[in-house]
């Protein structure tokens, strides 16, 4: 069954009811949509084994965020109020559970960098004491490049 068309309802007394048309129309679209992606999901699935530990954390949440949306869209589409119904809490706890994963990923691979030997020459340039600092090797009382006067 590829992708529905408008054409393919008969509507009969609703033809003329625009709204409804197009609402029937988002919908299937939607379905389709969902269709191809969890088509996706399927295939990939054949390879989890080589994912990563954060990859298939992604898999999980996104397969289970997509079975739980169509859950939610059923208990819509039968008339029933899925706010009253526990799938909301669990969409609403797998949304956290994508950004917690969002967080991780973020903290781990676009926090900035920082330079350790930059760092290390303003520590040692703010520790300095200029009153303390370190004598020359040479400890005459005259400094070294003063000007001598011979006279005569």
């Not at 529905?4 to 007394?13: P, Q, S, W």
């Not at 084994?49 to 939610?72: C, P």
């Not at 208990?75 to 559970?97: C, F, Q, S, V």
């Not at 330079?115 to 020359?136: I, S």
Request: net charge neutral.
């Amino acid at each position: 069954m590829d992708t529905l068309e408008v054409e393919d309802f008969d509507y009969g007394e609703l033809k003329n009811d625009t709204a409804f048309i197009n609402k029937n129309e988002t919908l299937s679209q939607c379905i389709e949509r969902i269709r191809q992606n969890l088509a996706i999901a399927r295939e990939d699935y054949k390879n989890y084994e080589a994912f990563t530990l954060e990859e298939k954390v992604k898999y999980d949440l996104h397969l289970s965020y997509s079975i739980n949306s169509l859950y939610w869209m059923y208990y819509k589409i039968i008339g029933l109020d899925p706010n009253k119904h526990g799938i909301k809490d669990e969409l609403t706890r797998i949304k956290a559970a994508m950004m917690r994963e969002k967080e991780i990923y973020d903290h781990r691979y676009n926090r900035p960098t920082l330079d350790q030997g930059a760092a290390k020459r303003f520590v040692r340039a703010g520790l300095f004491d200029h009153k303390n600092r370190p004598k020359p090797m040479d400890t005459a009382d005259t400094p070294p490049n003063k000007k001598i006067r011979f006279e005569d």
